[in-house]
């Protein structure tokens, strides 16, 4: 998906308080051309201790 400064967040603003549906569902929806744009990547990393 194309970059854009308002769409940083993948799971959408506030998620803990969100019902759904906000961040990539609702940014893939548009179907926006990626001829020419720069990409995004969102790297999501979970680290666990476990005993």
């Known amino acids: 998906m194309p970059y854009r400064d308002d769409e940083r967040f993948p799971a959408g603003d506030y998620p803990n ?3 759904g549906g906000d961040g990539l569902p609702k ?3 548009q ?3 990626l001829d020419g744009e ?3 990547l969102w790297y999501t990393l979970g680290v666990n ?3």
């Open 17 to 19: 308080q969100n019902p």
């Open 27 to 29: 940014w893939t929806q």
């Open 31 to 33: 179907d926006r051309s």
């Open 38 to 40: 720069d990409i995004v």
């Open 49 to 51: 201790h476990v005993d």
